[in-house]
Structure formats: C-alpha cells, structure tokens
C-alpha cells in the first residue's frame, strides 16, 4: 500500500513537506520552512521520525521547500539527497543565509532576554551553520539530470522534469510497483510562469494516475508577460525622472535574475534614465553567480549575453553591494537609485533598513515582485498599511506602492490548469501549497474546466494512494 502524508504546504503556501511511503520505504518530498503566519510551526515536531526517512527528493531550492533540511539531519536522517546539481548549489546558499539570520536573530533576543532574566525561555534557532555544513559534507547528495530515469530502489523510480520555475526547479514523476501493477504519483513543487526571460518553458507531463499539485495563484489569471514589462518600466522610468528612488524587495533566487535582465535590457536600449542599480543582498550575488555556471539551462536571450561579454546580468549601472558597510553607503544617494534588496516578503533583511531611510518619502516607489504570504511585513504595505514598524520604529507609509505580478514564478489559475489537462490516467488531484480560499476557487474551476474531482489537502492527513 502506498501513502502520502502531508506536513507542511497544506491550506497554506509554505512549508513544503510531504511523505511518500511505499511498503516500507520512506520518500520525502521537500523538507520546507514555513514563513508568514505559520512560522512558528517550524519549531514544533516533524510529525514523523527523521531517522526512519529513506530518501529525501528535493524539487527547487527555494527556502519554504529546502529550509528544514539541516533540522532534518540534526533529527537523525542519514539517507540520500535528491536535487539537480543546480538546486543543491542554491539550496547551501541558501541554508547558510537562514542559519545565518537565525543565529543574529537569536543573539539579539538573547541580549533582550538577557536584560529581562528570560534567557532561559528562548528557543534556540532551528540549526546553525555548522548544521548546514553537515548538511552538505555529511549526508550524500545525488543529482540527476532532467529526463532522466533513476531507481530509487527496488520496484520504485524516478525522472526529474524541469519545472521552468526557478533555476534547477523540476516536478517528480515518480513510479512504483504495488501487487505487480505500476503506478505513477507526481508532485508538482512550484511549476513555472512560462514568461521567458531567463528559464525555457515548463516542461509537460504526459501522463499520472496522481498529482499532488501547487496551487498558489489558483484563483487568478496573471497579466501577460509584456503588459507587467511595460508596467514596470512606467514605474522604474516615471520615479526615477522625478528624481525618486525605486526600492523592490526581491527573492534572491530567479526574481532578481528576471529582473536583472529587464533592468540590463532596458540599459542596453536606452530606455533606462540615469542611474544607479544597487543589488544589496550577498545571498543573490551568490545565487546570481550560479546562474552563470548553468548558462545552458537558461533562455537563448541569457546565453546570447554571456557569449557577448561572460556575464549574463551584469551592465555598467549595476553595482553589488555585499558588504554593511557598503549597504549603508546607499543611504548617502539621495536619487535616481533602484535598490533590489532582500527579503522578498520583507519579514528581515536590508530592504527593512531601505524602507527605514525611504519609504516615508512620496518622490519614492515600492514595487513588490513576488507573492507576499498573510503575516509578512510585505503583506501588510501591499494591503495598504498607512504605517508600518522597522525596528521598533512606526514609519509612515507615503511613497508610492506597486504590486506587479506577472513576474511570478509560480503558475496562474491557466497556466495549471493547462498543465493538468495534458495528463493522461489522470484520477486523483489534491491541492497543496496555496492558501485556503484559493485552493476552494481552483478546485471548483478544475471541477468545470476539465471534470476533475480535487481534494484539499490538511497538515498531517494520510492519503491512500
């Protein structure tokens, strides 16, 4: 008999983690963090033993499906790690970037605490870099290539597709044996948006009796690719000729590099004003650096511009400031600046210090990229928030907001929709990794558009397969 339990992802966005058993063998799919409201689930148990768990398969490297993972291993798990190779050099970026803010989190509570006599009720952080480095050293890592068949074990394999989501990103097909009939589960992780700028298409999935499913924008249509570019420039171009400054909090992986490449293509045709272009997180420099080590795996554009100079990003308006020192430099350009900065949904990071220094001033614009989850600082300025709180500061909101999201990552209500209906065999869908409201939109639309029955997913439910 084959099971799947779900312990993170379910009537919510993040927290990615899903348990695949077949006979006696332990598959996990993604081990994430929760972010927004649900944060406070990662200090709570696995709901499962860490060391009982066989394999772990990872889809992409973004925190809410990998920011467990060194948790995982402190718990005991010794088995095999799945990830394309592209995925797991993000994934240690990544990791050692959470394990780093936690540890600075930690110390300021710590000093907080301390003052107070409460040191002793503080929860220590999940895992420290030196988790992280096990995690890497430790533990065996696999990386197999895209269309490739793989045996996991006996009667049970796999293919990685490309998920065209973020760089390395791919859905499972994965096949198993059960009273000598095959059968065939996939799970999604997050598929692409298909917009083209720097990943190729999402790849199809021709064929599974079950789909375990994303569903984070399953109840809206995004706009086309070529409106939300225009829309941007009239934001980027209008701000920075009133001599404002535009701030963007930006994931570190894939929403950087899209935009990178909008900003690089807009100076290449002189559409860009003067200006300078500041990306201030280390963790995308990192990421933006690997970028260029799998050229190949990005769009013909992205490969025409390292063929051009080496770098597939990089124009004279661009400067990377890693260091403090250098992120509080920003505070002395008073104008025409475009600063990109972390964290995308703006729960930490030096975009919190930008807004700090920026956001009370009207001359300047917010533009928000990517999904902010219910709970996020993010969140709460895109719902429109006339005030909001930076260290221990209310700052009132006056610069000018903008939501742009057809840049998303992440598939809209069609784009899963058409996915799905190129599935053969198809008969069970269930609904992971979107929020509630969502998740009843989609099923119902599902239900009209191709005559599927869908199940919504609940933290730690057993499905049989």
């Not at 050099?89 to 409460?118: C, H, N, P, V, W």
């Not at 895209?146 to 499972?172: K, M, P, Q, T, W």
């Not at 690719?225 to 420039?233: G, Q, R, Y």
Request: aromatic share 10%.
């Amino acid at each position: 008999m084959a099971t799947v339990h779900s312990y993170g992802a379910t009537q919510e966005v993040t927290g990615s983690c899903h348990l695949l058993q077949i006979g006696d063998v332990k598959i996990l799919i993604d081990c994430g963090m929760f972010q927004g409201e649900e944060e406070e689930m990662n200090e709570k148990p696995f709901g499962f033993d860490a060391k009982e768990i066989d394999y772990l398969l990872v889809t992409h490297a973004h925190l809410d499906h990998v920011g467990r993972i060194p948790r995982l291993v402190k718990e005991g798990f010794g088995g095999k790690i799945y990830a394309t190779a592209a995925t797991m050099e993000l994934a240690e970026i990544i990791l050692l970037d959470s394990a780093k803010i936690m540890s600075e989190d930690f110390q300021t509570k710590y000093r907080k605490a301390l003052r107070k006599g409460r040191e002793t009720k503080l929860s220590k952080p999940l895992y420290e870099p030196l988790d992280v480095d096990k995690t890497f050293k430790m533990i065996e890592w696999i990386n197999p290539e895209y269309d490739v068949y793989y045996e996991l074990c006996e009667g049970v394999s796999f293919i990685y597709r490309n998920a065209g989501h973020i760089l390395g990103s791919a859905f499972i097909e994965l096949s198993y044996m059960e009273d000598e009939d095959s059968h065939t589960i996939v799970f999604s992780g997050d598929i692409g948006n298909n917009n083209q700028l720097v990943l190729p298409d999402l790849q199809k999935c021709s064929k599974t009796e079950a789909l375990y499913v994303e569903t984070t924008y399953g109840d809206r249509e995004h706009q086309p690719i070529s409106l939300t570019i225009e829309e941007f420039k009239d934001v980027i171009v209008k701000t920075l000729d009133s001599h404002g400054n535009v701030l963007i909090p930006s994931f570190a992986v894939e929403r950087t590099q899209e935009l990178l490449c909008l900003l690089r293509e807009m100076y290449k045709s002189g559409e860009l004003p003067k200006c300078k272009v500041f990306l201030d997180s280390p963790m995308a420099t990192r990421a933006t650096a690997v970028y260029r080590n799998y050229a190949q795996e990005l769009t013909k554009q992205c490969q025409e511009n390292v063929k051009e100079d080496g770098t597939v990003f990089n124009f004279n308006s661009l400067v990377y400031t890693e260091t403090p020192e250098a992120s509080k430099g920003i505070n002395d350009i008073k104008s025409k600046a475009i600063i990109i900065a972390g964290s995308g949904m703006c729960n930490g990071g030096r975009i919190t210090h930008h807004f700090k220094h920026r956001i009370w001033d009207k001359k300047n614009a917010v533009v928000f990229v990517g999904f902010q989850a219910e709970g996020t600082l993010g969140r709460e300025i895109v719902e429109g928030a006339q005030w909001i709180n930076v260290f221990g500061e209310d700052i009132i909101v006056k610069a000018s907001i903008h939501t742009i999201n057809g840049f998303s990552a992440h598939a809209d209500q069609d784009g899963i929709i058409k996915w799905i209906s190129n599935m053969k065999e198809l008969k069970k869908v269930f609904l992971v990794h979107g929020e509630k409201e969502t998740q009843k939109i989609f099923k119902k639309v599902l239900k009209e558009k191709l005559q599927l029955d869908a199940h919504i997913v609940a933290y730690g439910e057993k499905i049989i397969l």
